[in-house]
């Protein structure tokens, strides 16, 4: 996960600002903005997958390459003051797990449904089950 360091609470027309000039960069890096969410940028050569989540000024950035990884992120912090977070472990209270030898990520809302219950004393209450789809597989391989 990366952090850009750039102000952008002073104008009202700053985050769109802010916003074209990554998209440009993304794009003249050779970037396409995935359609169904316009803050996943997406990047295939070969083999290599490149993945790039934009949320305000934090970046995720997911590659199945680590030089190419590396790489990027050299781009990145040439054209951009940024700091490297390292490897992503929670964003917008979402828990990320890695399992390298499954090749698996697993992502949860445990420690946010936690902190939920407890605003609402409710830390001691029963859970139950909810009933879903059988036909629904529960996990995804992503190809």
Do not use: T
Not at 16 to 38: G, T
Not at 41 to 65: R, S, T
Not at 93 to 108: A, F, K, S, T, W
């Amino acid at each position: 996960m990366c952090k850009l360091h750039k102000s952008l609470y002073g104008l009202k027309q700053f985050p769109r600002a802010w916003n074209q000039k990554l998209d440009a960069f993304f794009k003249s890096i050779e970037f396409m903005k995935n359609e169904a969410d316009p803050s996943v940028y997406v990047a295939q050569v070969g083999d290599v997958k490149f993945f790039i989540v934009v949320y305000v000024d934090d970046l995720i950035l997911v590659c199945n390459d680590q030089n190419k990884l590396l790489q990027i992120k050299e781009e990145l912090s040439q054209k951009f003051e940024m700091k490297d977070l390292g490897e992503l472990h929670f964003f917008l209270g979402m828990e990320v797990e890695r399992n390298y030898d499954e090749q698996l990520l697993h992502i949860n809302q445990i420690k946010y449904l936690k902190e939920i219950l407890k605003h609402f004393r409710m830390e001691e209450c029963k859970p139950i089950g909810v009933p879903f789809d059988p036909k629904v597989k529960k996990e995804r391989e992503w190809k």
